[in-house]
């Protein structure tokens, strides 16, 4: 049985005195939360964004560093064939061009020291390719010579034997000397060709590769020495002083 006696809906609660005091948040302090929730989402996201860039970083480390174990395979693989079949332009382009890009003072002097006795055996042939492909050699011996003087100055590592710098030292006495060029090279190709290969070793720091040099492996005036220094140093310090600065004719 239903009863009819007073009110059976249930009627809205109003609270006559204001909302509660656990609701009641001043504006200060609902946009001092707001702010921080805004900062902590921001922190968060540089978070992310700082080990999304270690790990592309790691990647690519990782991924250079197995690109370079590659190539070095690959320049001794073709050293062996060529120490094997013989010796070619090609075969050197491609050995000088592999050094160029994996090449590191420490891990590959052995390398550079192999290549710089191939091109010295080939010296005669050398003057030739350099004026059957002018532009190429332009771009090739520059950064051979330099990696030939990068190994000169850079310091034996502890434990590490030392690399015999005759070689190296032999192939920037002729690059850089311009009577290695003159009998083969027309005055224009041969400033052109000069300049290439200053211009190069400038930018690379070559003159203070060669202060060092000279600090390190050069006696004083007074001082008593049983070794005399290198004669190949010379070409190194003044060859450069004697390229004429006017344009060719």
């Known amino acids: 049985m239903w009863s009819f006696e007073g009110d059976y809906r249930r009627k809205p609660q109003q609270r006559?005195?204001?909302?509660?005091k656990t609701r009641n948040i001043e504006r200060s302090?609902?946009?001092?939360?707001?702010?921080?929730?805004r900062d902590e989402r921001e922190s968060q996201r540089r978070r992310e964004a700082a080990a999304l860039t270690l790990q592309a970083w790691a990647r690519g480390v990782l991924s250079l560093r197995r690109t370079k174990l590659n190539l070095r395979h690959q320049f001794d693989s073709h050293l062996a064939l060529v120490r094997a079949q013989g010796i070619s332009e090609a075969s050197v382009i491609r050995l000088i061009a592999l050094l160029i890009r994996i090449f590191h003072p420490r891990e590959d002097s052995d390398r550079l020291l192999a290549t710089?006795?191939?091109?010295?055996?080939?010296?005669?042939?050398?003057?030739?390719?350099?004026?059957?492909s002018c532009d190429r050699w332009m771009y090739l011996l520059p950064r051979l010579a330099n990696m030939a003087l990068l190994v000169i100055t850079h310091p034996v590592q502890g434990g590490s034997t030392a690399v015999s710098h005759a070689a190296p030292l032999r192939l920037l006495e002729i690059v850089?000397?311009?009577?290695?060029?003159s009998t083969k090279l027309p005055p224009s190709h041969q400033h052109l060709f000069l300049?290439?290969?200053?211009?190069?070793?400038?930018?690379?720091?070559y003159y203070h590769q060669i202060v060092q040099l000279l600090i390190t492996r050069v006696p004083e005036v007074y001082e008593a020495s049983e070794d005399p220094p290198p004669p190949s140093l010379t070409p190194c310090s003044t060859s450069s002083s004697s390229l004429s600065p006017s344009p060719p004719p």
Do not use: F, M, T
Not at 29 to 37: G, H, I, N
Not at 116 to 132: A, G, P, Y
């Open 176 to 181: 850089l000397a311009p009577d290695s060029w």
């Open 16 to 20: 006559l005195g204001g909302a509660s």
């Open 29 to 37: 302090d609902l946009l001092s939360q707001l702010k921080a929730d």
């Open 116 to 132: 710089c006795q191939l091109v010295l055996r080939e010296q005669k042939q050398l003057v030739h390719w350099v004026c059957d």
């Open 195 to 205: 300049a290439a290969v200053y211009s190069h070793l400038i930018n690379k720091g």
